[in-house]
C-alpha cells in the first residue's frame, strides 16, 4: 500500500504544473531554460478545457521544461506586468525573457510541440 501511495505522489508531481503567486512567479520564470506559464481562473470553462491537455503536455516534455500555472484570480504584478487580458493565456519563457504565447486550446501533442521547439536538441 505505501509503495503505491508514493508511485502515485510521484506520477503527480510529474503530471501537476507547479502553482503560481505573485511572490514566486519572477524566480519561477527567470530559470534557465524554457518555463511555460498558463494564466487560468477557477471559473473560467475554457480554462477547464485547456488544463487535462497542459497536464498531458507536461507529462510528455517531462522535465526539459517547466509546465507552472497562475490564478488570474489571484491578482498581481504579473498580470498588468505580461498584459494578461484574456484567460486562458500560455506565456513561453525562455531564460526569463517572454519568447511567445496563445490564446487558442491546444492539444497536448500542440503545445508539447511547442514547447518542444524552443528547447536545443
Not at 22 to 40: C, D, E, L, Q, Y
Not at 79 to 105: A, C, H, W
Request: glycine share 4%; proline share 3%; aromatic share 10%.
Amino acid at each position: 500500500m505505501r509503495k503505491i501511495l508514493i508511485i502515485l505522489l510521484l506520477t503527480l508531481e510529474f503530471t501537476i504544473a507547479k502553482s503560481l503567486n505573485a511572490n514566486n512567479f519572477h524566480s519561477t520564470i527567470s530559470k534557465k531554460g524554457v518555463v511555460i506559464v498558463k494564466f487560468w481562473a477557477t471559473w473560467c470553462t475554457t480554462c477547464k478545457m485547456l488544463t487535462p491537455e497542459f497536464n498531458k503536455a507536461k507529462k510528455i516534455v517531462g522535465d526539459r521544461a517547466i509546465f507552472a500555472t497562475y490564478n488570474v484570480d489571484n491578482r498581481g504584478k504579473p498580470l498588468k506586468q505580461y498584459n494578461i487580458s484574456t484567460i486562458p493565456t500560455m506565456v513561453l519563457f525562455e531564460n526569463g525573457k517572454e519568447v511567445d504565447r496563445s490564446n487558442s486550446i491546444l492539444s497536448a501533442k500542440d503545445i508539447s510541440d511547442w514547447v518542444l521547439g524552443y528547447i536545443p536538441k
